[in-house]
Structure formats: structure tokens, C-alpha cells
């Protein structure tokens, strides 16, 4: 059974910084390129970065580059989100998700499998 499950999620001041963690179990995580979305109160979900298979291609969403980074560890099975300079704008719940033998990108129907989520709140 596919799992993604993020963690590292939490209260951070604005100016803050956090990683979050997705660790992939029950797929052939070489394969899948992955993405990380996020999801604030009221609004829709909306692509935050994704990084490609083997790590070369990095798109960001235009709010985000800059200040946060995207990384794999293919022996972990696990990716990351290094999150710098958040901003009370910054607070979502935020998704990782697997795009299987894809590129990744902006586009949520490419992705096949996605995480429960975990909360970021940035206070002002």
C-alpha cells in the first residue's frame, strides 16, 4: 500500500524557518518525481514546488522561490521542504505528492498519490 506520510509541520514566528519531511513507503520512490502543495484556510490548493526523479529539474511557485527548497534523499525514500523567511501568508496545510514515472510540475492531475497533510502556522 502506497503511503506519504509529512512531518515537521508546526508554530513558527514570521522570519522563521522549517523543514518538513515526506517519507514514501509502498512505491519504487526513484521513479516518481514528487510535489509539494499547500492548502491555506478558504482558498485552493495551490503548487509550492516539485522536484524530478533525479533531482535536476526544481520548479517553485513564483510566492515561494527564493525562500524555500526542494531535495530528495532517494536511499530515504524521502523528500523535503526547507522553508526560509516564512510569512503569515506562508500558513497552509501542506501536501506531498508522488507523480509516478512523471516530471512533476504545477499540475495536481499528474500527480497519482498524495499525503494526509501537516499544518504550518506562521504568526505575525
Known amino acids: 500500500q502506497v503511503q506519504l506520510v509529512e512531518s515537521g509541520g508546526g508554530l513558527v514566528q514570521a522570519g522563521g524557518s522549517l523543514r518538513l519531511s515526506c517519507a514514501a513507503s509502498g512505491l519504487t520512490f526513484s521513479v516518481n518525481a514528487m510535489g509539494w502543495f499547500r492548502q491555506a484556510p478558504g482558498k485552493p490548493r495551490e503548487f509550492v514546488a516539485s522536484?524530478?526523479?533525479?533531482?535536476?529539474?526544481?520548479p517553485y511557485a513564483d510566492s515561494v522561490k527564493g525562500r524555500f527548497t526542494i531535495s530528495r534523499d532517494n536511499p530515504k525514500n524521502t523528500v523535503y521542504l526547507h522553508m526560509n523567511t516564512l510569512k503569515p501568508e506562508d500558513t497552509a496545510v501542506y501536501y506531498c505528492?508522488?507523480?509516478?514515472?512523471?516530471?512533476?510540475?504545477?499540475?495536481?492531475?499528474?500527480?497519482?498519490?498524495w499525503g494526509q497533510g501537516t499544518q504550518v502556522t506562521v504568526s505575525s
Open positions: 505528492a508522488a507523480d509516478y514515472g512523471g516530471a512533476g510540475g504545477p499540475w495536481e492531475v499528474s500527480y497519482n498519490y
Open positions: 522536484i524530478s526523479r533525479r533531482g535536476g529539474t526544481t
